[in-house]
């Protein structure tokens, strides 16, 4: 009996250790004879395949596959670890999030501590940083200096050992920050795992989390739509995004990552400079800022900083910034640092965006479609190098909201340092005699009853197209190129017309005759004749063109050709009812409630009629079930010969497909003309088709 107990336990040991044996080699990638060595093979295989297309996406930004493609490899290994859960391993792709909330963060003590940097604000201050660096160097020659953008972000310092991500934390004051080390992981510009062999054994890198404007935009959109607080810039966002406890809610939000130096560095040598360091970070996985470059001497810096300020509406992301640094280590060492900032780093920002103003009055302004905009008349002031007295107070529930009242000091921000608005105010700065902005019951124009219909946060002027503000400025919509495209109809004449009483609404610019033209100030009868020849000329257009010229609430260009495609003429859309409509693509209840509310306005269908008998015309299509390039984008660049640039986007969006102004690996075509823009190299790069324009007219010719 108890030998049979022994044999037993034996038996049982040898199990166990038969299985230890079996999940050492799994896990080292062995392939085994079965079924399960099979999967550890296709597992392996996929980790790497996904990680490096992360690699080329996030760092070398040259992606080489869709989307779709990137998303099915990873619906691959989803199945596969689901089938073999005993293979899964913390740097796999598929486990960046996975961490239960946290109920706080916990305090992370960085070794080396995060240290700020001193700031300059003009050339002079550069200057001197660049004087005294050769002072303590005791040097004449130029200094090699690595510049980089100063992103608009949360530092934070990644710890990795053994190349495995194994600790994040944000910089904190420097000394502690918080551990945010589940949310960094669900950053997909982030490395679970450092590529190559020849990393340290310790690494620290130390970088920027930011957000790039699009996924900002992105977000407050969604956020607004849900009725939920938006995120007043990116920085602010990305900030929140990365300290969520719940790190599910992080990896929802479109945050990124670029590295931009070291921290603790040990079991491994990193090179000499900096520049070549993150060269190696770059190697090794890490994305670093495509814009990083090394100059020589100190006119090197102020030049890339021209250059980063001529850049910076264009790029991607959020910067305030330029940081110079010494570029090799040995002279950063001699150089030392200086209470909590290096010597041989500085940080050279931009013009202020932001100031503070005192608010003088608000007026109400009357915009095309009635609606009533306050804006603030403001105590000129500098922002960002441009005097401002005007800004933007968008609504009333805005004003309500940030309780800005007339006196009040108030804060104003250059948003996407073009448009300025009024932030909010100074509260302990408030006069006594500060007082609260009201909405005026009769428009400022036409002193018509203004109306705030329920649940919008714009009031309306109820006069429409009798409105003079609205009536001339219907006009000037009317007239725009992408609408009827009436070339020498500009701002300053339809103002003179309306205010003439010469025409009183847009049909009234067809019964326009060359004497009361002549008769306008410093209009000859030359000018009055060619603007006469461009009314006949549009009255010839198209039905998507007529639709948008009309100017309905929310009517743009892509739903103005999307109406005309599904309909194909004016006589269904006077008949249309909001069913009908929502059956078209991206048309809502709101929208669909703007067309028919338009169409049974016996003043427009008036309009629309009069203009029908003074020639106004189109070519009324059948209805198309399929289109053929429907799902298909193109991208133009240069300048075509037979067509304009809108002529051919007109012929492509006829036939189903969307012209795009920008190429990605989304693009199935970039249609190029004479003196292409670097449109054309993006593309060869990205191995999007190439069609020049006798192709192009081929294709449209095949496909009409």
């Given at each position: 009996?108890?030998?049979?107990?022994?044999?037993?336990?034996a038996?049982?040991?040898?199990?166990a250790?038969?299985?230890?044996?079996k999940?050492g080699?799994?896990?080292?990638?062995i392939?085994?004879?079965?079924?399960l060595?099979?999967s550890?093979?296709?597992?392996?295989?996929l980790?790497?395949?996904?990680?490096e297309?992360?690699?080329?996406?996030?760092?070398?930004?040259?992606p080489?596959?869709s989307?779709?493609q990137?998303?099915s490899?990873f619906?691959?290994?989803?199945?596969?670890?689901?089938?073999?859960?005993?293979?899964?391993t913390?740097d796999?792709?598929t486990q960046?999030?996975g961490?239960t909330?946290?109920?706080?963060?916990a305090?992370?003590?960085?070794?080396?501590?995060?240290?700020?940097?001193?700031?300059a604000?003009?050339?002079?201050?550069v200057?001197a940083?660049?004087?005294?660096i050769?002072?303590?160097?005791?040097?004449?020659t130029?200094?090699?200096?690595?510049?980089?953008?100063?992103?608009?972000?949360?530092?934070?310092?990644?710890?990795?050992?053994?190349g495995?991500?194994?600790q994040?934390?944000?910089?904190?004051d420097?000394?502690?920050g918080?551990?945010?080390?589940q949310?960094?992981?669900?950053?997909r510009?982030?490395?679970l795992?450092?590529r190559?062999e020849?990393?340290?054994?310790?690494?620290?890198?130390?970088g920027?989390?930011?957000?790039?404007?699009?996924?900002?935009?992105?977000?407050?959109?969604?956020?607004?739509?849900?009725?939920?607080?938006?995120?007043?810039?990116?920085?602010?966002?990305?900030?929140g995004?990365?300290?969520?406890?719940n790190?599910?809610i992080?990896?929802?939000?479109?945050l990124?990552?670029?590295?931009?130096g070291v921290?603790?560095v040990s079991?491994?040598?990193?090179?000499?400079?900096?520049?070549?360091?993150l060269?190696?970070?770059?190697?090794?996985g890490?994305?670093?800022?495509?814009?990083?470059?090394?100059v020589?001497?100190?006119?090197?810096?102020?030049?890339?900083?021209?250059?980063?300020?001529?850049?910076?509406?264009r790029?991607?992301?959020?910067?305030?910034?330029?940081?110079?640094?010494?570029?090799?280590?040995?002279?950063?060492?001699r150089?030392?640092?200086?209470?909590?900032?290096?010597r041989?780093?500085?940080a050279h920002?931009?013009?202020?965006t932001?100031?503070?103003?005192?608010?003088?009055?608000?007026?109400f302004?009357?915009?095309?479609?009635g609606a009533?905009?306050?804006?603030?008349?403001?105590?000129?002031?500098?922002?960002?190098?441009v005097?401002?007295?005007?800004?933007?107070?968008?609504?009333?529930?805005?004003?309500?909201?940030?309780?800005?009242?007339?006196?009040?000091?108030?804060?104003?921000?250059?948003?996407?340092?073009?448009?300025?608005?009024v932030v909010?105010?100074?509260?302990?700065r408030?006069?006594a005699?500060?007082?609260?902005?009201?909405?005026?019951?009769?428009?400022?124009?036409?002193?018509?009853?203004?109306?705030?219909?329920?649940?919008?946060?714009?009031?309306?002027?109820?006069?429409?197209?009798y409105?003079?503000?609205?009536?001339?400025?219907?006009?000037?919509?009317?007239?725009s190129?992408?609408a009827?495209?009436?070339?020498?109809l500009?701002?300053?004449?339809?103002?003179?017309?309306?205010?003439?009483?010469?025409?009183k609404?847009?049909?009234?610019?067809y019964t326009?005759?060359l004497?009361?033209?002549?008769d306008?100030?410093?209009?000859?009868?030359?000018s009055?004749?060619?603007?006469?020849?461009?009314?006949?000329?549009?009255?010839?257009?198209?039905?998507?063109?007529f639709?948008?010229a009309?100017?309905?609430?929310?009517?743009g260009?892509a739903?103005?050709?999307?109406?005309?495609?599904?309909?194909?003429?004016?006589?269904?859309?006077?008949?249309?009812?909001?069913?009908?409509?929502?059956?078209?693509?991206?048309?809502?209840?709101?929208?669909?409630?703007h067309i028919?509310?338009?169409?049974?306005?016996?003043?427009?269908?008036?309009?629309?009629?009069?203009?029908?008998?003074?020639?106004?015309?189109w070519?009324?299509?059948?209805?198309?079930?399929?289109?053929?390039?429907?799902?298909?984008?193109f991208?133009l660049?240069?300048?075509?010969?037979?067509?304009?640039?809108?002529?051919?986007?007109d012929?492509?969006?006829?036939?189903?497909?969307?012209?795009?102004?920008s190429?990605?690996?989304?693009?199935?075509?970039l249609v190029?003309?004479?003196e292409?823009?670097?449109k054309?190299?993006?593309?060869?790069?990205?191995?999007?088709?190439v069609?020049?324009?006798?192709a192009?007219?081929?294709?449209?010719?095949r496909?009409?």
């Amino acid at each position: 009996m108890l030998g049979g107990i022994h044999e037993w336990v034996a038996w049982v040991d040898w199990v166990a250790w038969v299985k230890w044996v079996k999940w050492g080699l799994v896990r080292n990638g062995i392939r085994l004879r079965s079924g399960l060595g099979m999967s550890t093979r296709d597992i392996q295989k996929l980790r790497e395949q996904i990680n490096e297309h992360n690699y080329r996406y996030y760092v070398l930004d040259d992606p080489t596959i869709s989307d779709a493609q990137y998303d099915s490899l990873f619906r691959q290994l989803q199945d596969l670890e689901k089938a073999h859960s005993e293979l899964i391993t913390a740097d796999s792709p598929t486990q960046r999030v996975g961490a239960t909330p946290l109920k706080e963060f916990a305090q992370v003590q960085h070794e080396i501590p995060m240290l700020s940097i001193e700031n300059a604000f003009d050339e002079d201050e550069v200057l001197a940083f660049d004087r005294r660096i050769h002072e303590r160097l005791g040097i004449d020659t130029p200094i090699h200096y690595i510049c980089e953008p100063k992103l608009d972000g949360l530092a934070v310092s990644i710890r990795y050992e053994n190349g495995y991500l194994k600790q994040g934390a944000t910089r904190g004051d420097g000394l502690t920050g918080e551990d945010v080390t589940q949310n960094l992981r669900t950053i997909r510009a982030l490395p679970l795992h450092l590529r190559g062999e020849h990393f340290p054994k310790v690494l620290e890198v130390r970088g920027e989390v930011f957000m790039p404007r699009k996924g900002f935009d992105k977000l407050n959109a969604q956020a607004e739509k849900k009725g939920e607080k938006v995120f007043a810039n990116p920085r602010n966002a990305a900030a929140g995004s990365l300290r969520q406890l719940n790190p599910e809610i992080t990896a929802k939000r479109p945050l990124t990552f670029y590295c931009y130096g070291v921290g603790v560095v040990s079991g491994g040598k990193l090179p000499e400079t900096q520049s070549e360091t993150l060269a190696a970070l770059k190697g090794w996985g890490l994305p670093v800022s495509p814009l990083v470059k090394v100059v020589s001497g100190i006119r090197g810096c102020l030049t890339y900083y021209q250059h980063l300020v001529d850049q910076r509406p264009r790029l991607p992301y959020e910067i305030d910034g330029v940081v110079y640094k010494v570029d090799r280590f040995k002279l950063q060492e001699r150089l030392g640092f200086v209470s909590r900032a290096p010597r041989w780093a500085l940080a050279h920002k931009f013009s202020a965006t932001e100031a503070e103003s005192v608010l003088e009055a608000v007026e109400f302004q009357v915009g095309r479609t009635g609606a009533i905009t306050p804006v603030a008349r403001l105590r000129p002031t500098q922002v960002g190098g441009v005097t401002v007295s005007n800004a933007t107070l968008h609504n009333m529930d805005e004003i309500n909201r940030k309780d800005i009242r007339v006196g009040d000091t108030v804060i104003i921000r250059r948003a996407g340092d073009v448009i300025p608005e009024v932030v909010g105010p100074v509260l302990k700065r408030r006069p006594a005699d500060a007082k609260k902005i009201h909405l005026p019951k009769n428009c400022p124009v036409c002193h018509s009853a203004i109306e705030q219909l329920e649940g919008e946060a714009i009031a309306r002027c109820t006069a429409g197209l009798y409105c003079p503000a609205q009536r001339k400025e219907t006009i000037k919509h009317f007239a725009s190129r992408r609408a009827m495209d009436i070339e020498g109809l500009g701002d300053k004449l339809v103002e003179q017309l309306v205010d003439l009483n010469l025409v009183k609404n847009i049909a009234d610019l067809y019964t326009l005759d060359l004497k009361q033209l002549v008769d306008i100030e410093r209009m000859g009868e030359k000018s009055a004749q060619n603007l006469l020849d461009q009314l006949e000329k549009s009255k010839k257009t198209t039905l998507a063109r007529f639709l948008y010229a009309l100017g309905i609430r929310e009517v743009g260009q892509a739903t103005a050709k999307a109406l005309a495609r599904h309909f194909g003429s004016m006589k269904k859309l006077l008949a249309v009812t909001e069913e009908s409509l929502e059956e078209v693509p991206d048309i809502g209840p709101v929208v669909a409630k703007h067309i028919v509310h338009f169409f049974k306005e016996a003043h427009n269908r008036h309009i629309i009629e009069k203009l029908g008998r003074d020639g106004v015309h189109w070519e009324e299509v059948e209805k198309a079930k399929h289109l053929p390039l429907s799902g298909q984008t193109f991208v133009l660049t240069g300048s075509l010969s037979s067509l304009t640039r809108d002529e051919a986007k007109d012929r492509l969006e006829a036939l189903g497909a969307r012209v795009s102004d920008s190429v990605s690996k989304k693009t199935h075509h970039l249609v190029v003309g004479a003196e292409p823009g670097s449109k054309l190299a993006k593309a060869e790069a990205l191995k999007v088709p190439v069609l020049d324009e006798h192709a192009f007219l081929a294709l449209l010719r095949r496909t009409k």
